[in-house]
């Protein structure tokens, strides 16, 4: 069965830390891909990036980054030199490559708050 | 094309009664997916569309609920005899094709039933 755990409920920082979100997925699949999305307080989901897992490189953009880690299952999400907009909800999900265009199994989410 | 809409962004309802929500995707988007988001939770898959075809439905989907995508440009989600238990956040999401920049989500319409 597919699951996407992220063990962190609520993360608190101060602005210009660096933050770690952590994520372990199950899958029973070889192909299938992973995402990472922001909902900030209006509700809609942001798309922030997305690896198959065929591609184990890590990724960095601006102030993010992805660390992915079959070995472990893992797809951590880092943010350096946090700031105020960075306080939202973060969500790890999980698709499965068929014909079909599988829907996301998301996590349950890791908030971030971040102060000033 | 700005983006996905959802209509309404809230919705109150006293239980029993029907409600339909709407989704228009992004025009050029041939998959519409519904997902249904509790407090505190991550978004759980309700349905998915490819074009008009309903291809897939969740187990969640009770036999309360049912969705169409006529034409297959906008959705609509109905529930019927609404309970408590449906109160939640309605998502619905668009794509071009599986993967790539993944799914385009619309803000939603919270659903609160009492």
């Known amino acids: 069965a597919q699951k996407v755990t992220q063990a962190q409920t609520e993360i608190s920082v101060v602005e210009k830390e660096d933050v770690t979100l952590d994520c372990v997925y199950e899958?029973?699949?070889?192909?299938?891909?992973l995402f990472w999305y922001k909902q900030p307080p209006s509700g809609e989901l942001v798309f922030l990036i997305r690896r198959n897992s065929f591609d184990e490189q890590n990724e960095i953009s601006g102030r993010y980054s992805w660390n992915f880690q079959k070995s472990t299952s893992s797809f951590n999400f880092t943010i350096t030199a946090s700031q105020v907009v960075d306080s939202a909800v973060y969500f790890c999900a999980l698709s499965e490559a068929n014909q079909a265009g599988t829907a996301l199994i998301f996590g349950k989410g890791t908030t971030l708050s971040v102060s000033s | 094309d700005t983006g996905v809409s959802q209509n309404p962004r809230h919705k109150i309802t006293k239980r029993g009664q029907n409600v339909t929500f709407r989704c228009d995707p992004i025009s050029e988007h041939n998959r519409l997916y519904w997902y249904r988001q509790t407090l505190g939770q991550g978004p759980e898959f309700l349905t998915y569309?490819?074009?008009?075809?309903?291809?897939?439905k969740s187990r969640l989907l009770s036999d309360r609920f049912s969705a169409e995508r006529p034409k297959g440009s906008f959705s609509t989600l109905e529930i019927q005899r609404t309970e408590q238990g449906d109160s939640a956040m309605y998502l619905c999401?668009?794509?071009?094709?599986?993967?790539?920049?993944?799914?385009?989500f619309g803000s939603g319409t919270r659903l609160t039933v009492v």
């Open positions: 899958t029973r699949d070889t192909t299938y891909y």
């Open positions: 569309f490819q074009n008009e075809a309903q291809l897939e």
């Open positions: 999401a668009s794509s071009l094709v599986f993967g790539g920049s993944g799914y385009t």
